[in-house]
């Protein structure tokens, strides 16, 4: 053992180059390892828990035994630097670069417009390239399991796949869908264009081709290392932290008897989040991955062996395999699991994880357990005494994350048997996200039928999900064996499983009933699937209505692919005006290559210390104490931050309402900032602030939810109120009244980027720097200086990019800059924050929660004469921006429908929630959802008798819309703003007419006919959504021009890059007026220094207010530059330039746009709110399956009015990027609270943006053609938020799709739906009689898991 007590060097490579490390930290992960030590800082931190795929990297590993060199993906925020000894490691920046030779997958992404704030591109070229390497001509599906672990918040993912599928190598590489194995102008067909209408975002014809000679080779030195000594035992020693590496099984049989409390750890996958995000820790770890034994996959006679640490995708690819090859009887077993993998977790995750983690995690959650159990497979588990075999079953496990092994003993394999003849096996799993998500519940059934009849032998039935452990349903199961398996068998078993199926009122997750659904609904799915079975074997059992058969079929998940249409520029436009064409984004293939720097790239500066919040853990109550000595003691620590370390004011006025930095004397929510620690790194500020002991006295009241306030009386001033005609006097004319209301959830911004700030004293008369992740510079600047009593022309803010922002990087990120500046101030040191995504989700909140209760007067035709919203919203503790967003709301509240008689009220709720912030659409989709939901009610109540005539329902929806509609040329909105509704009509129609919409509505009827357990739902909505800015002064855009003597010219604006491509429209507006080529022209950030005072980059209008100043100082340069053009009219740019110089003619110029004066007169209910409306229409179908509540997004058209884009392609992706992110907000992104006002959900794995499974097949987006915009620059039109609001469609499309189900069953067909409409509330409303088996639980006696805030 002396060998195993020295420290051993670490060696891998990164990149070709080798890396030796003397005295690695075992804690330390490879993306730190990466970004801090090595320099390389393409893989990005998005998570830190395996749950988003910034992190990606490719590792490759020469295999000694099938002389082979692996490659596969990896998160690199999960896998310990340590246990990766003899591996190559290949980042972002290691297969292609700007300098030298792009790689094609780096080409593709970005000519495809599939990067657009690019934080998530570096993750996703390595996982595509990592693809290519195993397989060169990949298929769709290839492709879509590799993308599976990699979210995109911007792109909506159709680009990234239209550029990575150009490397299939049959068909589909089309734009269109349709190429047959090549790009439609490849193929000599011009479909892509039709007049002046053209259909081609991006040309391939001229890419790099895919050059495996340009890969980088495994470095032999490694496998030679692999093969003369294996590696050997290997012991890392960090300052907290050992761990072990043996190579072989009885050295690790020692160790663990040596240390039986020492952590077996693989994958890391599960034991990693838990050391690095939750603060557990063990002192001795032992990595068993080196362990060959651990790591076979045999087949015997009975079945397969697996090694415990065989991976998830080696087992998945050799149960492909088999299944493939093998006789159909018997691999039913396999099948079942193989449907299982491909749902769990992304490809990275399957990549690390390893089947005994998952087993022995004894996490519900995780769904391999129920199937193995149900599956009968066995356990071989050794120690240094010997070695025995468990049955793998319920017993197996005796609480969460607690399992039977001794604390000495290692699972060595898993025995998965054979299946056999009559038997019969299924498995299933329904998650918030299709995929890339855990179970809510999960299930593994087995039956065995006695051959030829359909008596029942034997039945294994294991629920994940239920129950703090597996649960297996043993009562039910033995009362079945013996009967024949039929209707009563169906009904006896729904009988037991109801008594038996016992979901704990305070289970973790909550979502009682809907689990106790679950496990009816999935056994119902298997007593059809067995059925069938029988059927297929002739035996006879009664009921198998084909309408049913529909309860089987699992939603395939596809690749999205779509049609794109935008007007051509007019004939005779100059080819080289970039104005008005689809060109890339500025920075895409920096972005691609990992070169682009985001704020928390940038090096550290010398000396920089790492500042860590303390946030409160109570929401409303008196701080008694703040004791930050035992943190203070700590390694590292410099200094604890509180309110009296700020220099200037701690407290501040924002439109008359206070905000504080620091909380002084009480905290009025969970996450509100107490205090700050500094320390020489990231990981001692992480541990010394969970040391900082704040010793609280709880006030009353304390309240959460918008009722509560309610009840409460508890609102932020001002209130307002809008209105039109009198609606108490319409009410008494019409012929029906309803009242009802609607819920709409908040949303989380889940930027890929989390917000962060460097400050960098200067050392002189208080000078500050300030890299930041802000969309509104010029605010932090301001805000830094109220905090340091600092003025503001000693601070300078400096904005490269943004990684995503949507409105969340205005106000907080001003707070968290003063914070870092006054930690900066106090130790004179550069001081870098940069949140973890738990702190990111917990202190800066997203979008507002709205209720809108109402009141409507219809007339039977459908007519609308008189509505009353009332609007509350949740605003949490301060008022941030919420008053305004609440104006947005009412402002927005007609959409495209002229109510004669309309009034709207606002409320903003003060709760004890961290404060609600802008986010894209700022309040507009929660305005335009509630009238939308008073279009749906009326039409759905004049489609039921009496009024029912001829029409269908959803012919009726259409109907109600229409009659409603603004249609007069000119019209006045309600706050008495004069517009043209013609191009929102002319959106309607085409909408309407390219979507096939009363064509699919037949087949969706006959769908929903045919289908008991299926049913689809189509929805069409107009939109008009005001572009600019409500308070006036924000309407005003600057920027400066420098023309150097070389000819090249540099932009400075004050709008922000956040993957809108703002600086790549800048630069087009320069590039027509300059008449240099886009090329020439560059823009290096975002400074408050150049550009003093500029309004936020939002509302829609950036590019219209920094287009205008841009266009203003070219054309300023372009006068004093015209008489030397004159003068010489053959030279060139270069020459005008210089000779300009020589004239002694300024070549730097200020641009500057006043925008409009909009505002609001609230009290008389008028005034121009908006610059302009910008107008749409979306028709998307849906199918739900409604025994589980899944759904699955089919189709979606979108007709959008942009005037004359500037840039289709940016335009075409900010509204498929919007459409997704609504997506998100209107079905799965679920916050949920705890009743204290925790949130709970602080991650990817607990909140679920859209992944590539979420997005529909065929996403369809159209520019509408000939539209102008007089006001904007260039006729163009704002784009960036109105797009979001179309995720409505889904909402309302699977509102109908359950009123089919319920219809069906004669059930009430109005019944409430709040959003986001999540697979349990779908489930739940397509009342059936396994929900009625479900009762509900008792309001009042149990806490509930989260409430509705
Ligand atoms: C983002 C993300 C998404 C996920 N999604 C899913 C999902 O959808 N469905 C799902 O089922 N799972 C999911 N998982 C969980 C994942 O499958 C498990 O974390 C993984 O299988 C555990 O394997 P590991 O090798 O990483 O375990 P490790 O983290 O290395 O170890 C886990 C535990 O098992 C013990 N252990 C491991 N091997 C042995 C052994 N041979 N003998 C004794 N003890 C052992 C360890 O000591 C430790 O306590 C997800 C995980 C992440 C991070
Ligand atoms: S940062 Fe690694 S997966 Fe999110
Ligand atoms: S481009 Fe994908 S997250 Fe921004």
Redesign the pocket.
Known sequence: MSSQSRCSELILFINGKKITEKNPDPEEVLLSFLRRKVGLTGAKYGCGGGGCGACTVMVSRYDYQQNKVLHYTVNACLQPICTLHGAAVVTVEGIGSTKTKLHPVQERIAKAHG???????PGMVMSMYTLLRNKPQPTMEDIREALGGN?????GYRPIIDGFKTFCGTSECCQNGEGGGKCCPQNGTNSHEDGDICQELFCMDEVLPLDPSQDLIFPPELMIMEKENGVGFLRFQGERVTLVCPVDLSDLLNLKSEHPDAPLVVGNTTLGPKMLLKGVYHPLVIYAGRISDLKSLSWGKNGLNVGAACTLSNLKEELQRVVGEMEMEKTKGFQALLQTLQCLAGKQIRNMATIGGNILSANPKYDLNSILAALECTLLVISKDGSRKILLNEKLFTDFGKTALRPNEVLLAIDIPFSKPWEFVSAFRQAQRREFSFSIVNSGMKVAIKKDTNLVESLHIFYGGVGPSLVKVEHTCEQLVGRSWGEELLAEACRLLEDEVDVSPLIHGGKVEYRKTLALSFFFKFYMQVVQNLHERDVSVNGLPLEHLSALKPFKNEVPHGHHSFQLVPDGQPIDDPVGRPKEHQASYEQATGEAKYYDDLPPVQGELFVFMVTSTRAHAKLINIDPSEALGMSGVVTFLSARDVPGQNKRLWFNNPEELFAEEEVCCVGQIIGAVVAETREQARRAAQKVQVTYEDILPVFFTIEDAIHHQSFFDPQRKLQRGDVDVAFKTVEHILEDEIYMGGQEHFY?ETQGVIAVPKGENGELDLFVASQHSAYAQEIVGITLGIDSNKITCHVKRL??AFGGKVMKVANLSAITATAAYKTGRAVRCSLDRGDDMLITSGRHPFLGKYKVGYNHDGTIVAVDITYYSNGGCTLDESSFIMEKALLHMDNGYKIPNLRGRGLVCKTYLPSYTAFRGFGAPQGLTVMESILHEVAVRCALPPHKVVLTLACVFLQVRQINMYQAEECLTHHKQLFSPRDMIRCWDDCLDKAGYQERLQAIQQFNVFNQWKKRGISVVPLKFGVGFSKGFYNQGAALINIYKDGSVLVTHGGTEM?QGINTKAIQIASRILRVPMSSIYIKETCTGSVPNAAPSAASFGTDAVGMAVKDACEKLMRRLEPVMKTNPKSTWKQWVVEAYCQKISLTATGFFMGPHTSIDWEKSEGPAYYYFTFGACCSEVEIDCLTGDHKNIRTDIVMDVGKSINPALDIGQIEGGFVQGIGLYTIEELEFSSEGVLMTRSPSQYKIPALCDIPPQLNVHLLANAENPYAIYMSKGIGEPPVFFGCTIFFAIKEAIAAARRDRGLDETFSLSSPATAEKIRMACIDQFTQKVPCTKEGIFKPWSINV
């Open positions: 990067s657009q704030c690019g934080f998530c591109t979210l995109c918040r911007c792109t890929m990684g995503g993957g």
